[in-house]
C-alpha cells in the first residue's frame, strides 16, 4: 500500500533542523552515495560526549523517546527511513522536549555515510519487517549483510539488541549472529516471561502481547 504524504511534509522537514541531524534525500546508487562521509559531529550536536547507541527503524519515536528519557546519560540517535514517519517521531520528541535523542532520515545502508567508524555503543532492532520471501533476504536487518556494516559502525564491544513477535525471523537471526562473528549472550523465547524490569515496551510489543503473541529477544555483542 502507497503511503500517503503527509501535508506541508518537505517543508516541516525543512525545519526539522532541531532534531533532524541528517537528511537522505534520493539518489540512484548507494555505493556512490555513501563514498562522501558527512560523520555527525556528536559532541556539537549533543553538546557533551556520552555514549551514543542507535535505534534503528525507530518509527514514531516512542522506543526511542522512553529510552532517552530514562538513560539521560546516553545520546540516542533515531533512524527511520520514511520521512512520512519520522517527522511524526520529532514532533514527539519536541512537545517532551528531550535533549539527548536525534533523528536521521535515511536507510540502514546508508548509515555508514553519516556514523563514524566504531564509535556506537548499542544498536537496538526493535521489530524490523521479516521480509519472509527469499527473494528479500539481503534486506533484513539481521541478514550478512547489515550485520557487516554493524562491525563496522560499533565500538570493540558494542552490542545489538533485537525484538521481534516474528518465530521464524527470530530463529533466522539468531543463526545469522553465529554465523557471522556475533556472540549471542541472551535468546529469550517468552520476554515477558523474564519480568525484566529494565525492558521497555515498544508500541509494537504492546499490541503484540495483548494479541497473546510471545516476544523474543536476542542480545548480542561482536566476537573477538
Same mark, same amino acid.
Given at each position: ?6 501535508s506541508?511534509?518537505?517543508? #516541516?522537514?525543512?525545519?526539522?533542523q ?5 537528511? /537522505? ?8 552515495f555513501?563514498?562522501d562521509?558527512e560523520?555527525i559531529?556528536?559532541e *556539537?550536536?549533543?553538546?557533551n !560526549?556520552?555514549?551514543?547507541?542507535l535505534?534503528v =527503524? %525507530?518509527?514514531?519515536g ?7 528519557t530514562r538513560?539521560? *546519560?546516553?545520546?540516542?540517535? =533515531?533512524? /527511520?527511513?520514511?520521512?512520512n ?5 520529532? *514532533?514527539?520528541?519536541r ?12 536507510? %540502514?545502508?546508508?548509515?555508514?555515510? @553519516? ?8 544498536i ?5 519487517n521479516?521480509?519472509?520471501?527469499? !527473494?528479500?533476504? $539481503? ?5 550478512? #549483510?547489515?550485520? /557487516?556494516? +554493524?562491525k563496522?559502525?560499533l ?11 516474528d518465530?521464524?525471523?527470530?530463529? +533466522? !537471526?539468531?543463526?545469522?549472529?553465529k ?13 515477558a !516471561? ?6 521497555i515496551?515498544?508500541?509494537? /510489543?504492546a499490541? +503484540? ?6 516476544? @523474543?529477544?536476542a542480545?548480542?555483542?561482536?566476537? $573477538?
Open positions: 500500500m502507497r503511503m500517503r504524504k503527509k506541508n511534509l518537505d517543508t #516541516r522537514i525543512k525545519n526539522a532541531d532534531y533532524l541531524i541528517a537528511y /537522505e534525500g534520493s539518489f540512484s546508487n548507494v555505493n556512490e555513501i563514498k562521509k560523520y559531529k556528536y *556539537d550536536v549533543f553538546k !560526549s556520552n555514549p551514543i547507541h535505534d =527503524g %525507530c518509527g514514531l516512542g522506543f526511542a523517546i522512553d529510552i532517552a538513560y539521560k *546519560d546516553i545520546n540516542f540517535i =533515531g533512524v /527511520e527511513m520514511f520521512s514517519i519520522i517527522i511524526g517521531a520529532i *514532533d514527539k520528541a512537545n517532551v522536549k528531550i535533549t539527548n535523542l536525534k533523528f536521521l532520515n535515511c536507510r %540502514c545502508e546508508c548509515l555508514e555515510k @553519516y556514523i563514524e567508524p566504531h564509535s556506537i555503543e548499542k537496538y532492532l526493535n521489530f524490523s521479516p521480509l519472509h520471501n527469499k !527473494s528479500d533476504e $539481503k534486506q533484513r536487518l539481521t541478514s550478512k #549483510r547489515f550485520l /557487516e556494516l +554493524y563496522k559502525l565500538k570493540e564491544d558494542g552490542m545489538i539488541v533485537q525484538k521481534t513477535d518465530r521464524d525471523f527470530f530463529e +533466522y !537471526s539468531l543463526n545469522s549472529f554465523n557471522n562473528g556475533y556472540n549471542v549472550l541472551e535468546e529469550s523465547w517468552d520476554l !516471561s523474564l519480568n525484566d524490569k529494565d525492558n515496551i515498544t508500541e509494537h /510489543e499490541k +503484540y502481547m495483548k494479541e497473546g503473541k510471545k516476544i @523474543y529477544r542480545i548480542v555483542l561482536i566476537g $573477538k
